[in-house]
């Protein structure tokens, strides 16, 4: 199991913050808020259609992100905005497109061996199943990573992409749709790496694989998953159960959103309470926590991969940047919430309210938290002593990040805002 490490990561979504040159500031406005990776989504220049993840050129840059006026070559223009992330403290992650390019790159014309063809002329599109629907993504053209009969020279093509984006100034790579290659192509692209740039961290995007799968995946030596915390709704048991079936394999990131779902402040129709819920819970739940750019505004527009542009900044009155800082600061101070810890739902009397319980392997901390799942009507706790949650005898501190209590009561008794929550912690006895 990884060691706790602070993983709080912002996705500067590229086509709303636009040029590398206009990026300081958004930057510095992450790390103020105390996230120490920067995720942006592919930088390489796409094909016909325009989409980011439709690359065409894994070794040339998007127009989109040069200022024209710069006299600097674009790469680097990039390198620049890279240390200027360094010099804020900040780490840098992209994405590593390996199951698809651009239908139309030029890579189907000088290796038509690495591809999947449906018949001679009709390159296979990768699809998925949206609410029983297939979508075939056109765009797209599928390697052939498993059959191909040149396997080396198509891992040696994603293994100079990977030290061409070291090499420049990136140290992480989520991996799109990790899932649809082979263990295989993970387990020695990942080995290979980390024997030069032992420092490089990989992630596995595995969203909607059943848990099975995603432990299969991630055991090729993912350094992070992300789980689906984002659709729990407080009450299922599902989520547990995902979470006890791969925190032992790779820790988790979780979301409240992310580039590819709505907007969480469009789905709660601006709630703000539901915003800080969210977020709070994201941030605790599993080892790292993400947010896209804008979040912290209570942005309502959809992210899109083709037709965003820094055109659809948003002026929406919000601010939640010093909540997510109190929040951030909570994770990064406390073992607990930066491992996968064994955690558990109790039971309570009131069905309005989750009482979570976590405790660290790493260390004797021990967390609660005590959340109001009703982001519009205040709930009511009443309990005889907080200790029947908790297995530690030490005094029990609050460190919530609004309205924190100078000492828990017994019998304690509280009414809970909003989608408020208590975050308390307390440490076991050591004998």
């Known amino acids: 199991m990884r060691p706790p490490e602070k993983t709080l990561i912002y996705n500067l979504f ?3 913050a636009g040029r590398f040159n206009d990026w300081k500031r958004h930057l510095e406005r992450a790390a103020e808020m105390g996230f120490n990776w920067i995720f942006v989504n592919p930088l390489q220049r796409p094909g016909a259609s325009g989409s980011l993840y439709s690359v065409a050129d894994y070794f040339s840059l998007n127009p989109a992100f040069i200022d024209p006026a710069d006299k600097r070559p674009p790469e680097e223009q990039l390198k620049a905005m890279l240390k200027t992330a360094r010099g804020t403290g900040l780490r840098m992650m992209t994405d590593l497109v390996a199951n698809h390019c651009a239908a139309d790159s030029e890579l189907l014309k000088t290796h038509p061996e690495w591809f999947l063809w449906k018949s001679k002329g009709r390159v296979e599109h990768p699809f998925a199943f949206e609410d029983g629907r297939k979508v075939v993504w056109k765009d797209l053209a599928k390697f052939n990573h498993a059959k191909t009969k040149d396997p080396e020279g198509l891992f040696a093509y994603f293994k100079s992409v990977v030290e061409d984006q ?17 263990n295989a192509f993970w387990q020695r692209l990942i080995r290979e790496t980390k024997k030069r740039r032992p420092e490089a961290l990989f992630f596995a995007e595995t969203l909607g694989c059943p848990p099975d799968q995603t432990r299969k995946t991630a055991s090729a030596g993912f350094d992070y998953i ?18 006890v079936l791969t925190r032992e394999i790779a820790p988790s990131i979780s979301f409240p959103e992310s580039h590819d779902t709505p907007r969480l402040s ?28 804008g979040f ?4 309502r ?14 002026e929406t009155g919000v601010d939640l940047r010093d909540f997510i800082k109190r929040v951030n600061d909570i994770k990064a101070a406390h073992a607990v919430f930066q491992e996968e810890s064994p955690t558990a739902t109790l039971p309570y009397d009131n069905p309005n309210v989750l009482v979570m319980w976590k405790a660290s392997v790493a260390t004797q901390e021990e967390a609660l938290l005590i959340l109001n799942k009703d982001i519009q009507n205040k709930q009511h706790i009443c309990v005889e002593s907080i200790q029947r949650f908790l297995q530690a005898g030490a005094p029990t501190v609050d460190i919530s990040p609004e309205y924190r209590l100078d000492y828990i ?8 805002r909003p989608g408020q929550g208590i975050v308390l912690i307390t440490k076991r006895d050591i004998y």
């Open 409 to 416: 009561p017994a019998p304690f008794r509280y009414d809970l």
């Open 296 to 299: 912290e505004f209570g942005f």
């Open 266 to 293: 469009e789905e709660l129709g601006g709630n703000l309470d539901g915003l800080k819920q969210h977020y709070l819970f994201s941030a605790l739940f599993s080892t790292g926590v993400m947010v896209p750019i």
């Open 226 to 243: 992300f789980n689906s915390s984002k659709w729990w709704d407080f009450r299922g048991h599902w989520l547990l159960e995902q979470y």
């Open 166 to 182: 070291i090499k420049t100034g990136f140290e992480g790579f989520r991996c799109d749709a990790a899932y649809q290659l082979p």
């Open 301 to 314: 527009k959809s992210l899109h991969v083709v037709r965003t542009t820094p055109r659809d900044w948003e």
């Open 14 to 16: 590229p086509l709303l």
